[in-house]
């Protein structure tokens, strides 16, 4: 009987007592009481109604308890489906009807909120919340210390992670077992993690840099992580002279660059940092060098394919590019309306084909074929280049993305409730340079002629349906959106217009 996502990253530590999380207040928890608390939880999950293939959607705070969630998902061979801690109950509710969830985690402090929802979509609900307590945790504390492990194999399905699209609908990115596992392997041997790691860990655990990218590879290669609930510059600054490697948003970076504590050496025993899921500005790398003597290693990936390239461990680490395709993965540059290769130099799609690409988007098969060919190559969504030493450039997007301090926001989900206000005949939502978070998000309306669009009542509005991080920073009211000749509203027009709205 074997599942490799479990045995590879969990059952392997069966009766270790090596330590396998610290927390920032000191206390550690060893491999084997994090094995017997997924296992606990398996039972718990069991006794909701879980079987292999059933989804469990999670919108709980970081902890350990949360990492033990996906263990135990992992061990009962579940569909593991973490949500933003920052979603409305609104989003939720999409995800949990479309996913057809079988059972629903929230904090307890959202529990009243949820309940009809998991109600109306005969999901069980259960709460665990960021300090281990709560229904699901008091309940599985009476379950026995074992699980017999559900035999699964690397085809089957280990992890949905939904993902917004250019109308607004969000997407299940189905991720088999062996997507996570052929990734994680890759990128420990690539980057060079063994069982001497410490790894600085603040980044979220509901999306896949914090959770495939950085715990996998982490349990894989038997280190320890210490385990922040949330990226904090005072946590960091206090846990970096204890680990050895960090991975992170360009956001902690440029954040540590403006704390004059993060010096050379604070960061002398480190060995590695990784940056990811938005572009590094060249003069971020440069600073960075500087103050530390490190320089950062950028790679690139997606949540529908895991990492796709890196930067070299050893050899030139390239301002600008994000390397090379990694061992397995092929990487290359076309014309997506034709599907034709281009030759070296030339900006086009960027396309990815390897184990690391995912299935497909749950129940939505023409949204797949539009995205993944028929020959396994992946439409990413992203323009590049290769440069004359094969680095891969990221120049650009074709698909209408903002990504803000490494959380994606689709613009069209945003304009689709701007347009339902009262006063607003249309609107456009753009994405512009933000100190702090690389781009942030605007919204430009026009008004309908009736009645002048009330711009606090507006933010107040959306609020309610929409995430806070996805809600516009600045509303402006214009005349009219500038349009080509087609009637296709000129986004870049407008970018360039507002473009300076956040410059110091
Ligand atoms: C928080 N806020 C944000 C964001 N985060 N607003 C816009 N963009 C954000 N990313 C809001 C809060 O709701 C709050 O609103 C205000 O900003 C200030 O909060 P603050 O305390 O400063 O924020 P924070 O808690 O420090 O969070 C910033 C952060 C965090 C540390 C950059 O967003 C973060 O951890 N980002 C990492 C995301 C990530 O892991 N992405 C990987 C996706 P108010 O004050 O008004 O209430 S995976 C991926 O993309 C692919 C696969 C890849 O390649 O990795
Ligand atoms: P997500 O859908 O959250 O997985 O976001 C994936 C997108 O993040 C990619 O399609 C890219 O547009 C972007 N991305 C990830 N890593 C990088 C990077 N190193 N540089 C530029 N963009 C990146």
Known sequence: MANPLYDRLFGRYAGKTSVF??????????????????????????????????????????????????????QTGAVFLPLNTAYTVDEVAYFV????????????????????????????????NGDGSGSFADKAAAMPTTFETVSRDEDDLAAFLYTSGTTGRSK???????????????????????????LLHALPIFHTHGLFV????????????????????????SHLPGATAMMGVPTFYTRLLGDARFTKDLTKDMRLFVSGSAPLLAETHVQFEERTGHRILERYGMTETNMNTTNPYDGERRAGTVGFALPGVEVKITNAASGETLSQGEIGDIEVRGPNVFKGYWQMP?????ELRADGFFITGDLGRFDDDGYLHIVGRNKDLIISGGYNIYPKEVELLLDLEDGVLESAVIGVPHPDFGETVVGILVADGNRTPDIAGIQASIGKSLARFKQPQKLIVVDELPRNTMGKVQKNVLRKEFGALFQD
């Open 172 to 198: 299940g990115a189905m991720l088999t077992q062996g997507n996570l596992l052929s990734n994680s392997q890759t990128l420990a041997e690539q980057w060079r993690f063994t069982s001497d790691d410490v």
């Open 366 to 370: 023409e949204k797949t074929a539009e």
């Open 97 to 128: 009807d479309n996913s057809g969830a079988r059972v629903v985690l929230c904090d307890a402090r959202n529990e009243a909120g949820m309940t009809p929802m998991a109600q109306a979509c005969g999901a069980a609900l259960e709460t665990l």
């Open 214 to 237: 950085a715990t996998n590879i982490t349990l894989l290669t038997g280190g320890q992580m210490i385990f922040l609930p949330k990226f904090d510059v005072d946590l960091i600054i």
């Open 21 to 74: 999380l610290q927390l920032p207040e000191g206390e550690t928890i060893s491999h084997t009481a994090f094995l017997e608390m997924a296992a606990r939880y398996a039972h718990m999950l069991r006794e909701l109604g879980v079987t292999a293939g059933d989804r469990v959607a999670a919108q709980i705070a970081k902890s350990p308890q949360a990492l033990a969630v996906y263990a135990a998902c992992a």
